[in-house]
C-alpha cells in the first residue's frame, strides 16, 4: 500500500485532466468527484479510474471540451444531453439543477442521457444531502447481469445511492451497485483461483456456479436479491435511459473496454426539500429518533454495533480529512505515476 497527500491528489487530478483540454472549472469539479470518492473509501471508483478517462478523451469516446446542454425543462425536471462530456461534469450539473428545482418545487428530476461512467453514485446524492435536501442518484451500464430464468448479460448493475440528511451535519447513505457482488470480487478470486458462493455467478446455461474462472465471458453475474434487484435494475434503467434517451441495456457498450466508442450511459437525479414537508427541526428530531431506534436495537451473538449505511464512509472521510492523505493500492499509485509521466506533472507518491 501506499500514500498521497489529498490536496496533492486533487491538484494533481485537475491539472492531467486540463492537459487534454477540459477547462479548469470542469477539471476542478472532475477532481473533487474523483478525490472525495476516495475520501469515502470507494478506491474503485475514484482517481483510480483518472487514466482511463484521460486515455478515453484521447481516443475520442469521450469530448474533452463538451458542455452538457438542456434537451427539454419544467420547473421541476429537466433532460440534459451529456454531449459526450466526461460523466462527473453532467451528473454534477444534473444533481445541482435538481437542487435548485427541488427548492423552487419540492422535487426535481434531471436526467441526462449521451454520458459516460460516473463513477460512485453516493456522491451525488450527497450533493444534496450537504444542502440539507434528500437525494436520490443511479445510472445505467454496460450488461452483466443475468436476470431471473435468464443465461446471458441482459442488465447492467446499475449503481443506485441515497442520502438524506442525518440531524448531524453528514447524511444516511447507501450507495451499491444492483449486482449481488461487484465484478471486481470475481475477479479477485478468480486471480487467487479461489471458489465463489453459488449466489454470485450463473453459467452459460443460467444455473449457478461457484467456478469464478468462468467469469467474465462465460458466466453473468446475479442480481442483487434475485427479482429484487432485477426489479431495481430494471427501475434504474427507465429513469437513466428509457425516458432520457440514453443507450438502452445491449445499447451500451462497456466504457472502457473501447476507449474510441461512445458510452451513451443515462443517469437520473431527484431532489427532496424536506423543508417544504416540514420544519427542518422536526425533520432533524425525527431522524435523530429514527437512528436511535436502529443503533440500539439488540445485537447479534458476537457484534456490538449497528451500522447505518453511509457511517464507514464517513469514518474514513474523517481519517482523511484528518492526516490530510489516503492510503491506494500498490496498482492505483502506479496507475498515477504512469499517468504522472505522460503529463509531466509530477504527484508525490509514498
Ligand atoms: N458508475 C458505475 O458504472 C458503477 C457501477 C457499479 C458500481 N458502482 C459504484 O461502486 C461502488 C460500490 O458498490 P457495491 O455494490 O460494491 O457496494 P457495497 O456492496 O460495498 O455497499 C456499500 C454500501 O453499503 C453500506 N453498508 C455496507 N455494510 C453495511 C452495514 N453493515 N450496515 C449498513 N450499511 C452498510 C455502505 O455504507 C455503502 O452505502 C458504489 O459507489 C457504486 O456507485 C459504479
Known amino acids: 500500500m501506499k500514500k498521497v497527500k489529498l490536496n496533492e491528489l486533487k491538484n494533481f487530478s485537475a491539472k492531467a485532466l486540463e492537459t487534454v483540454g477540459v ?21 474503485t471508483h475514484g482517481t483510480k479510474n483518472l487514466s ?46 435538481a437542487i435548485k428545482k427541488a427548492k423552487e418545487c419540492g422535487i426535481a428530476y434531471v436526467g441526462v442521457k449521451n454520458s459516460c461512467h460516473f463513477g460512485a453514485a453516493g456522491y451525488y446524492a450527497n450533493l444534496a444531502a450537504k444542502e440539507g435536501l ?3 442518484s443511479m445510472s445505467n451500464t454496460d450488461p452483466v447481469i443475468a436476470v431471473p430464468n435468464g443465461c446471458t448479460k441482459a442488465i447492467g448493475t446499475n449503481p443506485f445511492s441515497f442520502a438524506a440528511p442525518d440531524g448531524n451535519g453528514k447524511s444516511i447513505f447507501l450507495d451499491i451497485a444492483l449486482s449481488n457482488v461487484a465484478a471486481l470480487k470475481v475477479i479477485m478470486a478468480k486471480e487467487k483461483g479461489m471458489d465463489i458462493p453459488d449466489t454470485w455467478l450463473v453459467d452459460k446455461d443460467g444455473l449457478p456456479t461457484t467456478d469464478s474462472s468462468l467469469f467474465p465471458y462465460n458466466a ?3 442480481p442483487m436479491g434475485a427479482h ?22 445491449s445499447e451500451v457498450a462497456s466504457w472502457n473496454l473501447d476507449m474510441a466508442s461512445t458510452n451513451n450511459v443515462g443517469h437520473a437525479f431527484i431532489a427532496i426539500d424536506i423543508s417544504k414537508m416540514m420544519p427542518k427541526e422536526v425533520y432533524k428530531q425525527r431522524v435523530l429518533q429514527m437512528v436511535n431506534e436502529l443503533k440500539n436495537a439488540p ?18 472521510q474523517e481519517t482523511a480529512l484528518s492526516t490530510g492523505e489516503i492510503e491506494i493500492t500498490d496498482a492505483h499509485a502506479d496507475s498515477l505515476k504512469a499517468l504522472s509521466e505522460k503529463t509531466g506533472i509530477e504527484i508525490n507518491i509514498y
Do not use: H, R
Open 299 to 316: 445485537k447479534a451473538k458476537g457484534k456490538d454495533k449497528i451500522l447505518l449505511p453511509g457511517e464507514m464512509e464517513w469514518e474514513k
Open 52 to 97: 482511463g478517462y484521460i486515455q478515453k478523451m484521447e481516443a475520442g469516446g469521450l469530448d474533452a471540451k463538451a458542455e452538457p446542454s438542456v434537451i427539454c425543462e419544467g420547473p421541476a425536471f429537466a433532460v440534459l444531453n451529456g454531449n459526450k462530456a466526461i460523466g462527473m461534469v453532467s451528473a454534477c450539473k444534473a444533481m445541482e439543477m
Open 228 to 249: 429484487k434487484g432485477y426489479g431495481l435494475a430494471l427501475l434504474v434503467e427507465l429513469l437513466s435511459a428509457t425516458i432520457t434517451g440514453a443507450g438502452m441495456l
Open 220 to 222: 453473468s453475474l446475479q
Open 23 to 43: 477547462s479548469k472549472e470542469n477539471a476542478e469539479t472532475v477532481a473533487d468527484t474523483l478525490v472525495g470518492t476516495d475520501m469515502f473509501g470507494v478506491l
Open 134 to 136: 434528500i437525494g436520490l
